[in-house]
C-alpha cells in the first residue's frame, strides 16, 4: 500500500495490514457493500430470418421488470423480435431494441435464474483467463451485500474482517452505501477532450443509518474516508445535488475531472488504474495531475500491483 499526501506529495511505502495505523479515531470510513453478479452468459442468437449463432450476453443492468441492458458480442446486427436462447432452450429472451453498436434492451423472465444457472462471474477483460470458482470468492468484497454490480469495487477486496475489527478498535465508524458499478465506470476516454466523455448511469442507494452519521461527521469536521472511487461519486454526487447526504436511492452519472472541487471525502483508498480511465482521472482531480504522475511513477519504479487485483494507494486530500 502507497501512502500519499495530496498537500506535500510525499509517499510512504507501506502495506495494507497497516492502515488502521493511518486510521484516526474520529474518521468514517465508508464501503460500497455491493456484490457482483454472474453477468456474463453464453446463448443462442435465433433471429426472425431462421438463421442462428452463438454470442456473449452480458447482463449490464435491469430497466424495469424481467427487462435488461444487456451487451452482446457481436452484436451489431441483432434487431427487435430476434431472440437470445439460454442453456438447453429452457430460457428465451426477446429483444426490444439497439441502443448502441452491441448495447440492446432484452425482454427476458427469469433472470435471475438464468445467470445463477449459466452466468460467469465477468473478470475485467485484461485478465486473459476464463473465469475460476474461486473468483466467485476472491472477486467479492468480504462485505458484500446487494447484488447487483457487473465488477467489483476494487479497493474493497484488500479487506478481511480482521481488517475492519482493527480498524473499529482504533475508534473509526465503519458504514456502507451503495453503488452498483456499471460496464460505463471502465469504458476508457476515448474522446480528445476529457470533458465530452459521458458516464452511463449507476443506481445506488444509502440507508438512514449511513446519512446519519455522514452528517453528524460533516457538522463535527471529522475526516470522511471513501474505500474506491465508487464511493467517492456516491457521496460526492449527493452533496452536488442536495448539499447534504440524503438517504434514498437514485442514479449518478457524475463524472469527477480535474478541477472538481470536492465536499465531502477527506482522503480516498483506491487501486492503480488503466490510462485513459475515469478512475485515473478522478484521483487525478483528487491530488493535482502532476502529484498522481509522480505517485505512479514511485509504483512503477517500486514493482506496485496495478489494476483489479493489484495493490492499492491511500490519498490523503483535504484537510
Given at each position: ?11 510512504t511505502?507501506?502495506f495494507?495490514?497497516?492502515?488502521p495505523?493511518?486510521v484516526?479515531?474520529?474518521?468514517v470510513?465508508?464501503?460500497?457493500d455491493?456484490?457482483v453478479?454472474?453477468a ?8 426472425s430470418?431462421?438463421?442462428?449463432r452463438e ?10 421488470e ?10 451489431r446486427?441483432i ?7 439460454f ?8 429483444f ?23 452466468g ?19 472477486y467479492?468484497?468480504v462485505?458484500a ?7 467489483a469495487?476494487?479497493?474493497?477486496l ?11 478498535s ?15 465506470t ?7 477532450r476529457p470533458?465530452?466523455?459521458?458516464l452511463?448511469p ?24 471513501a ?10 454526487s ?5 448539499g447534504?447526504?440524503?438517504a434514498?436511492s437514485?442514479?449518478?452519472d ?15 483508498l ?12 478522478l484521483?487525478?482531480a483528487f ?33
Amino acid at each position: 500500500m502507497m501512502v500519499l499526501d495530496s498537500q506535500t506529495g510525499n509517499i510512504t511505502d507501506s502495506f495494507f495490514r497497516n492502515l488502521p495505523d493511518f486510521v484516526q479515531p474520529s474518521d468514517v470510513i465508508v464501503l460500497n457493500d455491493t456484490r457482483v453478479i454472474r453477468a456474463r452468459t453464453r446463448a443462442v442468437l435465433q433471429r426472425s430470418n431462421g438463421t442462428s449463432r452463438e454470442m456473449e450476453v452480458f447482463f449490464a443492468e435491469p430497466l424495469r421488470e424481467d427487462t435488461w441492458q444487456v451487451l452482446c458480442k457481436p452484436g451489431r446486427r441483432i434487431r427487435p423480435g430476434d431472440r437470445a436462447v439460454f442453456g438447453d432452450g429452457e430460457f428465451a429472451g426477446v429483444f426490444q431494441e439497439s441502443q448502441g453498436t452491441d448495447l440492446h434492451v432484452l425482454e427476458l423472465k427469469d433472470a435471475a435464474l438464468v445467470l445463477e444457472r449459466y452466468g460467469a462471474i465477468p473478470l475485467p477483460p485484461y485478465i486473459d483467463r476464463s473465469p475460476t470458482t474461486d473468483d466467485d470468492s476472491s472477486y467479492q468484497t468480504v462485505f458484500a451485500r446487494q447484488p447487483g454490480a457487473v465488477a467489483a469495487p476494487t479497493a474493497g477486496l484488500h479487506f478481511t474482517p480482521e481488517a475492519l475489527d482493527a480498524i473499529r478498535s482504533k475508534g473509526a465508524k465503519i458504514v456502507t452505501i451503495t453503488l452498483h458499478v456499471g460496464i460505463g465506470t471502465f469504458l476508457p476516454v476515448r474522446s480528445e477532450r476529457p470533458e465530452e466523455h459521458v458516464l452511463h448511469p449507476e443506481r445506488y442507494e444509502v440507508s438512514e443509518e449511513t446519512a446519519t452519521v455522514l452528517e453528524e461527521a460533516i457538522q463535527d469536521q471529522r475526516r470522511i474516508v471513501a474505500v474506491g472511487t465508487t464511493t467517492t461519486r456516491t457521496l460526492e454526487s449527493l452533496m452536488l445535488r442536495y448539499g447534504k447526504i440524503q438517504a434514498g436511492s437514485g442514479q449518478t452519472d457524475l463524472y469527477i475531472l480535474p478541477g472538481f472541487k470536492f465536499q465531502i471525502v477527506g482522503s480516498l483508498l483506491t487501486n492503480f488504474h488503466l490510462p485513459q480511465s475515469t478512475l485515473l482521472m478522478l484521483v487525478s482531480a483528487f491530488t493535482g495531475h502532476q502529484t498522481i504522475l509522480n505517485a505512479y511513477r514511485h509504483a512503477v519504479s517500486m514493482n506496485y500491483r496495478f489494476y483489479s487485483y493489484g495493490d492499492c494507494m491511500l490519498i490523503h486530500g483535504r484537510r
